[in-house]
Nanobody, 126 residues
């Protein structure tokens, strides 16, 4: 099971840190991806981090602003979001894929992932 937290309302230029807590599994056995979905839009892949955090990949829309990380000892992954803008408003999801999933070629595709959290809302407005 994956549970996201850390969403909320923030002003443009602000920051949030999302967490993805895994239970019932060892997080180190999985690649973790972060996705978002805004109303009326398709789900967008944002980032991927491999099972030990040695490899990451980011969508162009968030590269340089968002950073993904993980702490396998705490069974938790993170998405640090800086420089948030109104267009970042969406429901944010974390998802897990088998450890052999390649972040570079598969990590931003929703079809690569097997398990999903319930999502956490992020709203950016002035």
């Amino acid at each position: 099971q994956l549970v996201e937290s850390g969403g909320g309302a923030v002003q443009p230029g602000g920051s949030l840190r999302l967490s993805c807590q895994a239970s019932g599994v060892r997080l180190e056995d999985y690649v973790i991806g972060w996705f978002r979905q805004a109303p009326g839009k398709e789900r967008e892949g944002l980032s991927c981090i491999n099972s030990f955090g040695h490899s990451t990949n980011y969508a162009r829309s968030v590269k340089g602003r968002f950073t993904t990380s993980r702490d396998n000892t705490k069974n938790t992954a993170f998405l640090q979001m800086n420089g948030l803008q109104p267009e970042d408003t969406a429901v944010y999801y974390c998802a897990s894929a088998h450890y052999y999933t390649d972040c570079a070629s598969e990590g931003l595709m929703a079809t690569s992932y097997d398990y999903w959290g319930q999502g956490t809302q992020v709203a950016v407005s002035s």
